[in-house]
């Protein structure tokens, strides 16, 4: 989710909610948005305190891993799999670094990785000469295939208002510090992607990202690739400095905004590049510039996000190492639906070629159900506290079919970065049976169309000691096994 200013400041401050909001348009009204939103017919977020949580569906050619052991499925780089024969490991490398030296479920053209560590195994594919296992140092041989990785990201969560805190890094929202019990929990109960949001910005010191900092998103990223899971690490809201949100006029884009861009992708981008496939790189969060119209919001001015998104591909790709294959997931517009799909928004060139691509879309509609606290003055939108009937079954059906097409026809899979429903407070908490529908016809409707589904949580759906499940997320969890 985001943090933007806004006029309305009578908004929940609950610990498990990021106390700040964005700003999105249900017109003619101004909506509240929180930590993760799409902004497409109200969709807006509003702190959302859901969860992630994971199908359970196993894909073989993964290279997967059970918690903290080997690899249990044909090895990632396998012919035919989502990451192809030199791929440096998308995952089976990581069993063997919790297995010494142990095969990650075995080799196919490729053959194993020549100077691997002891500590990697043998690479599910092999990895560059020269390259460790599980991708730790390796070149950046092999092909990412986007379309054909979509089972193999199975279902995912957010470690929401955590890294991307811009109060106290990690713990200023009322969160804990991650542990690797945790992340193991999750992978344990199927979760298969981890969407690891960071501020960078918030952090650096005049223009360059803490060491510290960067060396424990690599911690944590190195815990879930360890687990069998795939990461995704991006540049989250961050104060707003990418969308000028402050700026005179405000989402104005300017080259001083495009060069901290550039520098910042740079150091993420070379610090990562030993990582191997398992890790998706993400540009920006709910990103998008405005034209103003004479007042402080207008319509969505798209060539600004597309120069964006081509900079993020451009710059990622000059890295080096992993990164000059790797999968990198792009911001629609606002990552919201409708404003994304539509011609205006076009899919950056790649130098690594087609396929490595995915789009970032977010997803809370209605936004009276998933995310509004409290009635305002805005009679029109009441709060609501149940969802599931035909008309609201029907509008979500709709608005993913148009999804699955925009994505057919741009040519580029979908991961739905973030989905979830508030537990709502007296006197509107929701409906247990409602939230669990909800979470329930999201999944199966992303599933469906071959869209990754990845629930925002912030602890309320997802324990953040052992990653264990709430009752209601469970029964959606399981019913896209």
Request: proline residues 4%.
């Amino acid at each position: 989710m985001t943090r933007s200013e806004f006029p309305f400041r009578a908004v929940l401050r609950q610990a498990r909610f990021r106390p700040s909001f964005s700003a999105l348009f249900v017109a003619p009204t101004l909506l509240i948005c929180g930590l993760g939103c799409s902004s497409s017919d109200g969709s807006g977020g509003n702190g959302v305190n859901s969860s992630g949580g994971s199908s359970g569906a196993t894909v073989g050619g993964a290279g997967r891993t059970s918690t903290g052991g080997s690899t249990t499925s044909a090895g990632a780089g396998s012919s035919g799999g989502p990451i192809s024969a030199g791929a440096g490991n998308a995952g089976a490398g990581n069993a063997g670094a919790n297995s010494s030296g142990g095969a990650s479920g075995g080799t196919s053209s490729g053959g194993t990785a020549s100077g691997g560590t002891a500590s990697g195994g043998a690479a599910g594919g092999g990895t560059a000469s020269g390259g460790t296992a599980g991708g730790s140092t390796a070149g950046s041989g092999g092909a990412i295939d986007a379309r054909a990785l979509v089972k193999a990201l199975g279902f995912g969560t957010n470690i929401g208002n955590t890294l991307e805190n811009t109060v106290t890094w990690e713990t200023g929202w009322g969160q804990p510090l991650i542990t690797q019990a945790f992340i193991n929990g999750l992978a344990s109960r199927g979760i298969k992607t981890v969407r690891v949001p960071v501020a960078w910005d918030t952090y650096a010191k005049n223009g360059v990202i803490d060491s510290a900092k960067m060396d424990r998103v690599k911690q944590v990223v190195s815990w879930i690739t360890a687990a069998g899971m795939y990461a995704i690490v991006n540049i989250h809201w961050d104060g707003g400095w990418i969308n000028n949100e402050k700026g005179s006029p405000p989402f104005s884009l300017t080259t001083e905004i495009k060069t901290k861009f550039t520098s910042y992708w740079q150091q993420i981008g070379t610090a990562f590049s030993g990582v191997g496939h398992q890790l998706i790189l993400e540009g920006m969060n709910e990103e998008g510039s405005w034209t103003t119209d004479g007042q402080k919001y207008g319509t969505p001015n798209i060539p600004p996000l597309n120069e964006m998104n081509q900079l993020f591909v451009n710059t990622v790709r000059a890295q080096g190492g992993f990164n000059a294959t790797r999968a990198l997931l792009i911001a629609g517009f606002n990552t919201d639906l409708e404003k994304t799909c539509v011609p205006a928004f076009t899919i950056p060139t790649d130098p690594a070629g087609t396929g490595k691509l995915f789009l970032s879309i977010h997803y809370y509609t209605p936004w009276t159900f998933t995310i509004k606290e409290q009635n305002d003055s805005d009679t029109s939108q009441p709060v609501s506290t149940t969802w599931g009937t035909a008309a609201e079954k029907q509008t979500l059906e709709d608005l993913f079919t148009k999804l699955g097409t925009c994505s057919s026809d741009k040519k580029i899979p979908v991961i739905l970065g973030e989905f979830a429903v508030t537990r709502g407070t007296d006197p509107y908490v929701r409906e247990a049976a409602s939230r669990t529908a909800w979470m329930t016809a999201v999944a199966k409707a992303s599933v469906a169309r071959g869209i990754v589904p990845v629930l925002w949580d912030t602890g309320s759906e997802i324990s953040r000691v052992d990653g264990a499940f709430s009752a209601e997320f469970q029964k959606a969890f399981d019913s896209v096994k």
